[in-house]
């Protein structure tokens, strides 16, 4: 889609944190450092969904610095943090940006202090100068997938200086499925998929093949590589998201294809947004989390 507004952020939501790989988490823990405060640097926060999705999984001592260039979305990151703490029984200090569990629960350990910062930094312009300082993991959503290849090996050579493990989540990989399908899926979708390599900002895009890419990249800088598949189930109910996702796909499709296929992706578009209608549709959308974590010295 290339497009977060936080009405999209917000309409994919469900899907996102229905996806992601809830073991990763789970498998960095041990490599955190024992009894110190968790300093986490969040890429392209948005509305901060990473926080809200790891914070309770990594559990103790934690601080979050969130970056995104757009000041919109930096401005709700702190509304929708007390909105998750409050709806998970955790108490939010407004004073101090902070969310506390004070009792033990089953899924962290032993307690959460999760205190949260925002920052407006311009990912695309101003890599070099990451605040890395005494960052103990980076993390980003939805992104990769946008970058080039050398601000991603930038990226990686900058937390591997550090020794910062890294965990990504919901990196587009180029698959897509539609049921029911439609004979002009599959070069609608290659359509799409081409299109993901333009320039969104940082260079030409790598589009589907960025989790491959980070994967390659972290092993030489002596990373231990965990991969796990995130896709999108995108439900019969989730029409609004459904429609969405089909009119960005057959615009992108169109900016694509010669003038002799326009008609047809028109025509694909429109019978697909009428089995959304009819609540006759499925779709799965292909994306891969990632955890890379520096080897001992």
Not at 208 to 229: C, F, H, K
Not at 272 to 287: D, Q
Request: proline share 4%.
């Amino acid at each position: 889609m290339g497009d977060f507004d936080a009405d999209w952020l917000r309409l994919r939501a469900p899907a996102d944190s229905r996806a992601r790989a809830a073991d990763l988490p789970l498998l960095l823990r041990p490599h955190l450092p024992k009894g110190q405060m968790l300093r986490v640097l969040d890429l392209g926060c948005g509305t901060g969904s990473n926080l809200r999705a790891l914070a309770s999984a990594l559990g103790g001592e934690q601080a979050w610095l969130c970056l995104d260039a757009d000041t919109d979305l930096l401005d709700r990151v702190a509304g929708e943090t007390q909105a998750w703490a409050q709806a998970s029984g955790f108490d939010w200090d407004a004073s101090n940006q902070r969310v506390t569990a004070a009792e033990p629960h089953l899924t962290y350990t032993p307690h959460l202090t999760c205190t949260l910062a925002t920052r407006r930094f311009d990912l695309a312009r101003d890599l070099a100068e990451l605040p890395l300082e005494g960052i103990g993991l980076v993390t980003a959503s939805a992104l990769l997938d946008l970058v080039s290849e050398s601000w991603l090996a930038g990226l990686v050579s900058q937390c591997a200086k550090v020794r910062a493990p890294i965990l990504t989540a919901l990196t587009y990989d180029g698959r897509v499925a539609f049921e029911p399908a439609l004979s002009l899926d599959r070069e609608v979708i290659e359509a799409v998929n081409r299109h993901q390599g333009r320039d969104k900002g940082f260079g030409p895009a790598l589009g589907p093949s960025a989790n491959g890419r980070l994967a390659i990249l972290a092993a030489a800088q002596g990373y231990w590589i965990e991969v796990r598949m995130s896709d999108w189930r995108i439900r019969r109910s989730e029409r609004e998201l459904q429609a969405a996702l089909i009119r960005g796909w057959s615009g992108a499709a169109r900016e694509e294809a010669p003038a002799s296929d326009q008609a047809e992706i028109a025509h694909w578009e429109a019978v697909r947004l009428a089995a959304v209608e009819r609540g006759c549709s499925r779709i799965i959308v292909g994306h891969r989390d990632l955890l890379a974590i520096p080897r001992r010295a």
